[in-house]
């Protein structure tokens, strides 16, 4: 009997094995068809990219602008774009923007520029600027710029403005609607599910935990947000304004007024952006493109004009493997973008423990001598936030300098960071302040309850069972809201150290309210108004440095990790709309729009609970 139960558990381990060995077989032999054509592709010299002789550089700006792009595998990212598909969060690296239009304007080979915005996303004001700036730069070459479009967003047209030539498509379409922050509140959705919410915060205007207890936004609330946007798009309007030529009064805000205006030119939204002077021209797409074609001439086809696209110029001009000698002195940048969470994060979120590192790193480098840190975060984690902030003070002791630069968002944990730095340059538009802390937790025993489910048990201290299933006792919750408040002190104490206040006046100036860079400079909580350059060249000075090269610390890449990474950016741009897939992704869209807030709160992972997070600070 023992020596049939083996026979058959041999047969079938046999069996099993050869089945297992066939298809380990099977998906190896495609994996190594598929490098094998990524490599041949790669390696053929006809695919070698070149910058057409008096082309037109398209600069195709899909996605949201950003200083740090999100870590994404080298694979995935070549079969999206081999198979034409967008990624999910498609990202703009705004640096690469600025280099690419700095390098074309002395490119004797680019002859004219044309903007097409119409994938372009998000982006906060300070990266428009910054790209507008280098537009203006770009026009000092006498070539022209051509922004032509179906229709433009608000942060699109910020960019159109700076063309020479700006058309819109007959049937086109554009509309300002200014700045605005409308969130989702669950209060009811919360009482609905019998659920109880335990809030604990400091702050009048500190509202991140409103759409958890309330239906609406509070007065408070509106009158912070209010201000701040109102700055915002004053800012807006006048940049765009000189831009175009126009007055500020042109702008139409109420809908009457607009309505008057609309009606005038028969509903059409084309000739309202023409006769208003908001466009130079309605063209269709084949009058603009013979227009530049009569400027830069057609393709080698005759399908086109003579062109050369953002994503492979950039490849051109590009090194993947840049020669950093080791004897120059370094100005270090050290990108801090996205939630502060605890632990290690990818690039594109900000782990206390990796961004620590990153500092770490900076301090043991002999070569770097200073360091700009370049925040673009709403907050999250205080433990994470205090985590790195020690570390700056560290590289502070070792003699270092450390100047931070606040792009779109410097807010809450994103200012905690920032606020020991030797110098704080933030944008006019930078979103910052929110100096407040809240923790917030959910409990379900009454949810639990109605479903006939309940929690029981002994412990030896009244401690012991705390959790999501049992009611909050009133003790520990005046514990934690302690907490809370002591939190709150030692960062108000942290501001008033270094901003060279006294904590009330801090105070005055802190409780969760959110300021706009102008309004920090005027306020004391910023040094300067400025961009990443301005900070680079601040680093420079506190270190005494006449010439130096800087250099942005991330984490080392290994040899094979490079390899693999410009082997498929390679072959991506070889096999560009080799295929093609089109998905639509609109219910995928919305349900992600409804649930983002939750999102939001949901990844937050602070050891204590404890959050300085500005929720509201995103338009």
Not at 51 to 68: M, N, R
Request: include cysteine; glycine fraction near 8%.
């Amino acid at each position: 009997m023992s020596s049939g139960k083996s026979w058959t558990k041999s047969l079938f381990v046999g069996i099993w094995t050869a089945l297992n060995f066939s298809r380990k077989l099977f998906f190896n032999l495609i994996f190594i068809g598929i490098i094998i054509v990524i490599i041949s592709v790669a390696s053929k010299d006809g695919n070698k990219i070149t910058v057409p002789q008096g082309s037109a550089l398209v600069l195709k700006l899909k996605g949201d602008l950003v200083i740090e792009k999100q870590a994404i595998d080298p694979f995935e990212e070549f079969i999206s774009e081999a198979l034409e598909q967008d990624s999910e969060n498609p990202e703009v690296l705004l640096q690469d923007v600025l280099h690419t239009l700095h390098n074309a304007k002395q490119d004797r080979r680019i002859k004219a520029l044309v903007l097409d915005l119409h994938g372009l996303g998000g982006a906060g004001l300070d990266k428009l600027e910054q790209i507008a700036v280098a537009l203006d730069d770009f026009k000092e070459s006498e070539k022209p710029i051509y922004a032509i479009g179906d229709y433009y967003s608000q942060n699109q047209y910020y960019l159109a403005s700076h063309a020479d030539h700006l058309y819109l498509n007959p049937m086109g379409f554009m509309l300002f609607e200014g700045y605005g922050r409308f969130g989702t509140y669950f209060k009811s959705a919360i009482e609905n599910l019998k659920a109880q919410t335990h809030v604990f915060k400091v702050g009048t205007y500190k509202s991140a935990v409103e759409p958890y207890i309330r239906d609406d936004m509070s007065d408070a609330a509106k009158e912070a947000n209010k201000a701040w946007l109102t700055a915002m798009w004053q800012q807006y309007k006048a940049e765009v304004a000189e831009a175009r030529g126009l007055d500020v009064s042109n702008f139409d805000e109420n809908l009457d007024t607009f309505l008057e205006k609309f009606e005038q030119v028969d509903g059409d939204f084309a000739k309202y952006a023409l006769q208003y002077g908001w466009v130079d021209g309605l063209k269709t797409r084949e009058e603009a493109l013979q227009e530049i074609v009569s400027i830069v001439g057609s393709n080698k086809d005759n399908t086109g004009f003579n062109a050369i696209s953002y994503k492979n110029y950039l490849q051109v001009i590009s090194n993947p493997f840049p020669f950093e000698p080791q004897d120059v002195k370094k100005v270090g940048i050290i990108v801090a973008k996205g939630t502060i969470l605890n632990g290690t994060k990818k690039p594109g979120t900000i782990g206390g423990d990796s961004t620590a590192q990153l500092l770490r790193k900076a301090r043991l480098d002999d070569s770097i001598k200073s360091v700009v840190l370049y925040v673009d975060s709403p907050g999250g984690s205080a433990f994470a936030s205090e985590v790195i902030r020690q570390e700056v003070e560290n590289l502070q002791n070792s003699g270092k300098p450390v100047v931070a630069v606040m792009s779109t968002y410097a807010a809450s944990g994103g200012y905690w960071i920032s606020a020991g730095a030797d110098k704080i340059i933030a944008a006019p538009s930078t979103i910052t302040g929110s100096i407040g802390i809240f923790g917030m937790f959910l409990t379900f025993e009454n949810t639990l309850d109605y479903l006939g489910i309940h929690t029981d048990g002994v412990g030896t201290t009244e401690f012991a069972g705390m959790g999501v299933t049992r009611s909050l006792n009133p003790k520990m919750g005046q514990i934690m809201q302690r907490g809370i408040e002591h939190g709150y002190d030692k960062f108000i104490t942290l501001v008033a150290n270094n901003r060279n206040m006294t904590k009330e006046q801090v105070d005055q100036i802190a409780q969760g309210r959110v300021w706009i860079g102008s309004t920090a400079k005027e306020i004391g909580l910023v040094d300067e108004l400025g961009y990443l350059q301005d900070g680079i060249q601040a680093a420079a000075d506190f270190a005494n440095l006449t010439e130096y090269d800087t250099q942005y610390i991330q984490r080392d890449l290994s040899k094979s990790e490079l390899f693999w990474r410009e082997l498929f950016q390679k072959t991506a741009v070889s096999l560009d709309g080799a295929f093609k897939s089109d998905t639509s992704y609109t219910l995928i869209s919305l349900v992600k729009e409804i649930t983002a807030d939750i999102e939001a709160m949901v990844e937050l992972n602070d050891p204590k609970g404890v959050y300085a997070y500005c929720l509201p600070c995103e338009l």
